[in-house]
């Protein structure tokens, strides 16, 4: 099996299992205890939440959360006021935005250009001084765009609004703006482990609670943390941060190479989606019109590639990040994403994508 779907997650690092073994087997102390094993947990908690601060901004506190649905779900309704978002964003967003809105609160759904990026005029005469909070991805999960977020900082802290940057697809790997006043960011998408996401709080900003409980987390999050799992995160953070610039050369590699090998934007069809510029490369969004994606991926079962974001999957509508860019429906559908990274080797990559073009091209004849 070749695995190219690195959006949807990540190969588990051997150093972030390592980190988490010993509170698998034998360490079982809750960390909110406070006797001598229970401390000993928490000092691995800490650990870990020192490390994955490290990639975010200064001046902030991370509280852990289970994932990144619950941190945007935290930063969205626990605070006030109009919202600005953008039409690409996650779905973990825009439904939590729309729910927001269904009970009262203003919202403003931003268009995109059709490379994928907030036209920052628009988004200028859309953030006024009665917005509350401004959303936006820092990479779009399904087309890899990078969004100018520390532009739209600058907006938001212009008219007093809090900005809130979902950095899923980009923590550990680029920058996260100093601007950004509230971060979340996943585990299992940096090579940690599944079930752990973090919430990034710039001092001073404190969201209503989204879970209430004990209080375990200092800025109102309740739930007994999971040391395994924070410690998990914390060794993929360090990772992330130690391989970073070798890990992003190594996906340029691949994406000029991925390029190269299906010509893409040339005679063979295939088309790119979103800048292809302004993008993190280890992410590759290609559409051939008429391409049965259904049937190439049954084609290709040995290949693990994707039709959009795993979120989703089987919903059976084309994917919304592809119709805001202006692509038709049967466009959308006739996209597929290929996602790679550090555990990719440039030969299984050109001979996947030699099968997947191969595979397509049949398709193509057969019409």
Same mark, same amino acid.
């Given at each position: 099996?070749?695995?190219?779907?690195?959006? /949807?997650?990540?190969p $588990? %690092?051997?150093? *972030?299992? +390592?980190? =988490? @073994?010993p509170?698998?087997?034998?360490?079982?102390a809750?960390?909110?205890?406070?006797?001598?094993?229970?401390?000993?947990?928490?000092?691995?908690?800490?650990?870990?939440?020192?490390s994955?601060?490290?990639?975010?901004?200064?001046?902030g506190t991370?509280?852990?959360?289970?994932?990144?649905?619950?941190?945007?779900?935290?930063?969205?309704?626990?605070?006030q006021?109009?919202?600005?978002?953008?039409?690409?964003?996650?779905?973990?967003?825009?439904?939590?935005?729309?729910?927001?809105?269904?009970m009262?609160?203003?919202?403003?759904?931003?268009?995109?250009?059709?490379?994928?990026?907030?036209?920052?005029?628009?988004?200028?005469?859309?953030?006024?001084?009665?917005?509350?909070?401004?959303?936006?991805?820092?990479?779009?999960?399904?087309?890899?765009?990078?969004?100018p977020?520390? /532009?739209?900082?600058? $907006? %938001?802290?212009? *008219?007093? +609004?809090? =900005? @809130?940057?979902?950095?899923?697809?980009?923590?550990?790997?680029i920058?996260?703006?100093?601007?950004c006043?509230?971060?979340?960011?996943?585990?299992?998408?940096?090579?940690?482990?599944?079930?752990i996401?973090?919430?990034?709080?710039?001092?001073?900003?404190?969201?209503?609670?989204?879970?209430?409980?004990?209080?375990?987390e200092?800025?109102?999050?309740?739930?007994?943390?999971?040391?395994?799992?924070?410690?998990?995160?914390?060794?993929?953070?360090?990772?992330a941060?130690?391989?970073?610039?070798?890990?992003?050369?190594?996906?340029?590699?691949?994406?000029?190479?991925?390029?190269?090998?299906?010509?893409?934007?040339?005679?063979?069809?295939?088309?790119?989606n979103?800048?292809?510029?302004?993008?993190?490369?280890?992410?590759?969004?290609?559409r051939?019109?008429?391409?049965?994606? /259904?049937?190439?991926?049954?084609?290709?079962?040995?290949? +693990?590639?994707?039709?959009?974001?795993?979120?989703?999957?089987?919903?059976?509508?084309?994917?919304h990040?592809?119709?805001?860019?202006?692509?038709?429906?049967?466009?959308?559908?006739?996209?597929?994403?290929?996602?790679?990274?550090?555990?990719?080797?440039?030969?299984?990559?050109?001979?996947?994508?030699?099968?997947?073009?191969?595979?397509?091209?049949?398709?193509?004849?057969?019409?």
């Amino acid at each position: 099996m070749t695995y190219l779907d690195y959006q /949807a997650t990540t190969p $588990l %690092a051997p150093q *972030a299992l +390592a980190a =988490m @073994l010993p509170w698998l087997e034998a360490q079982h102390a809750n960390p909110h205890s406070a006797h001598a094993p229970g401390r000993a947990a928490r000092a691995a908690v800490e650990v870990g939440r020192e490390s994955i601060a490290a990639l975010m901004p200064p001046g902030g506190t991370v509280a852990f959360t289970s994932g990144a649905t619950e941190a945007l779900n935290w930063a969205i309704k626990g605070t006030q006021g109009p919202i600005v978002t953008l039409a690409t964003e996650h779905a973990a967003v825009l439904d939590t935005v729309a729910a927001e809105a269904r009970m009262g609160r203003d919202l403003t759904v931003l268009p995109v250009k059709p490379d994928g990026l907030v036209d920052l005029h628009v988004a200028e005469r859309a953030i006024v001084p009665e917005t509350g909070l401004v959303a936006a991805m820092l990479v779009n999960n399904e087309i890899g765009v990078i969004q100018p977020v520390a /532009a739209l900082a600058e $907006l %938001a802290h212009r *008219a007093g +609004a809090l =900005m @809130l940057c979902d950095a899923v697809q980009g923590y550990g790997r680029i920058d996260v703006p100093d601007g950004c006043d509230m971060v979340a960011a996943s585990a299992h998408k940096l090579h940690g482990p599944k079930g752990i996401g973090a919430l990034w709080l710039r001092d001073g900003v404190m969201p209503a609670p989204l879970l209430h409980g004990g209080g375990q987390e200092a800025p109102g999050r309740s739930g007994t943390l999971s040391p395994a799992l924070c410690a998990g995160f914390g060794a993929a953070a360090r990772l992330a941060a130690a391989s970073r610039a070798g890990d992003m050369a190594h996906v340029a590699t691949l994406f000029y190479a991925a390029c190269d090998a299906l010509e893409v934007g040339g005679k063979g069809g295939w088309q790119l989606n979103g800048s292809p510029t302004d993008r993190y490369p280890g992410n590759l969004n290609l559409r051939l019109d008429g391409l049965d994606v /259904a049937r190439l991926m049954s084609e290709c079962r040995d290949i +693990a590639f994707s039709a959009g974001s795993a979120c989703a999957s089987g919903s059976g509508r084309p994917s919304h990040v592809l119709r805001a860019i202006g692509l038709t429906d049967a466009q959308a559908r006739s996209s597929i994403r290929i996602g790679f990274g550090r555990d990719t080797t440039r030969d299984a990559l050109l001979a996947a994508l030699d099968r997947i073009d191969r595979a397509a091209r049949t398709q193509r004849m057969a019409a």
